[in-house]
RNA sequence: GCCCCCAUCGUCUAGUGGCCUAGGACACAGCCCUUUCAAGGCUGCGACAUGGGUUCGAACCCCAUUGGGGGCGCCA
């Protein structure tokens, strides 16, 4: 029997969730949510400075509104907890004093001036930079006095002469020749444990067997692979995922716009369409499929078709996405999503704010939307009434006033059935006794009653704006 | 400087030696549909970074060059 896959999301917090970081996320939780395995939310808050409970609570909030789940991790718990490195300080200090007392790893007191000062020779006489391994024979005895003493030591891993390598899940073998790193530091002075130790620990502790992670930890992964092999732990299998870009090519950041997934649900995204979004940039099942729901791409994934090259983030494209899944929505949906915005658009109508009003706004606005955002100012240019402002416009609201288009309209409207019959009729009526037809009918009414020359459907309109107000619009 | 990764239309990508005069999608342009705008349909524009090999045959395999990216901390 194959193990069950468990994998873990492990940001740090800063306050919001990256695009970059929903991708990998995504990622996680569409392999575990494929494969029947666990999905784990691990906070690396190790740098405390930067940790607080809001920027926590952002992250998850994020998280929660892409619909990511977690099976463990923070608010849920699990067997393999704390989930929060802020924890599990004691835990990374155990773990590296029983590499030190199997002699693999060793106390080191060199001060930072020191090590500079190492550093600058090394440079000078074009020698390697790693440690120079000063501490790497200090006697236990000697160490002992020392620490006793009260001098500060950092630990430091003795790091074998050898090649590694790992069979990564995108990149396939991916070599370091030995001598690649010196002696590094797995646990600081102050007894907090660094990145790389950290995360080897948690992953191997939490019996992590699948770690898809963004490309720039491809280099992390020779430290990690060294202290998994100092634990006698087997390395998990690795994937790594290629980078975000800007639109200049460098590695998405804020400088590019929009990068935190709580800004694209500001501006009206849909989760489902970001997630669509996110898992085709950096993957695609090997055909020309475009939309997926999100069960579908649970059914769709594989880590085996990540891409290798890095891509660009194409704002348009999330765009067309984001447009595409609004308008497959079920109006009684949507309606939900679309409510607030209303309501901030046209606190005055609160009447609106029905559901069955919103659903006939959707009627003639949402095949219009890209954005749920859209739906604020498509509903104003139907319930606000305005004059017209273009040299155009005017025109045609001039032209129609030398027929009796308008006050045929309004007889009509005055007396028939309201409903679509109705209108249709008594538009039709009025064209016929003020000569005009076609657009120079069509267009004349929809500038009367919405001051614009493009917009809904005019029946629609006309429905959605009820006799007395379509009367008094025409008679202004 | 050293190490690692990557390289197909402007962008996301399909492609794993013959099916490729390289397919799809976004964007862009035109047309159609239509009372307008959208949406939708159709058409067009548009790419295998370069140079060497290997092979009967290379977008696909190998090498080099170039270009891009990432990493080299008592940051995460």
Known sequence: MTKQVRV?????????????GARTALFNWLFARKTGGKFILRIED??????????????LRDLKWLNIDWDEGPEKGGDYGPY????????????????????????????DEELEAKKQIAEAEHKSLHYDGTCRNLSSDEVKRRLEAGEQGAIRLRVPDKDYFIDDIVRDRVEWKAGNVGDFIIL????????????????????ITHVIRAEEHLSNTLRQLIIYEAFGVEPPKFAHASLILGADKSKLSKRHGATSVGQYAEEGFLPEALVNFLALLGWNEGNDREIYTVPELIEAFSIERLTKAPGVFDKEKLLW?????????????????????????????????????????????????????????LAKAIYVSKEPEDEESINILEEAKKTPLF??????????????????????????????????????????????????????????????????????
């Open 84 to 111: 929060f490195q802020g924890e599990r300080q004691e835990i990374y200090k155990k773990k590296a004093l029983e590499l030190v007392e199997a002699g693999l790893a060793y106390y080191c007191f060199c001060t």
């Open 188 to 207: 600081r002075s102050n007894g907090m444990p660094v990145y790389n130790f950290a995360v080897t620990v948690d992953d191997a502790l939490m019996k």
């Open 407 to 476: 006050d045929s309209l309004i007889k009509h409207f005055e007396t028939c059935e309201w409903n679509k019959d109705g209108y249709n009729t008594a538009i039709k009526e009025s064209g016929k006794e003020a000569g005009v037809k076609g657009k120079n009918l069509y267009m004349p009414l929809r500038l009367k009653l919405t001051g614009e020359q493009h917009g809904s459907d005019l029946v629609g309109l006309l429905d959605l704006l009820g006799r007395e107000e379509v009367l008094k619009r025409l008679k202004k």
């Open 8 to 20: 873990r999301f492990a940001p740090s917090p800063t306050g919001y969730l990256h695009v970059g």
């Open 46 to 59: 190790t740098d405390l400075a930067r940790s607080t409970q809001e920027s926590v609570d952002g992250l």
């Open 321 to 377: 996405l984001n447009g595409h899944h609004l308008r497959n929505m079920p109006p009684e949906k949507l309606v939900d999503l679309i409510r607030p915005v209303i309501q901030a658009a046209l606190p005055e109508k609160p009447e609106l704010l029905e559901t069955e009003m919103l659903v006939k706004l959707l009627e003639q606005i949402q095949v219009r939307m890209t954005l749920v955002s859209d739906a604020a100012d």
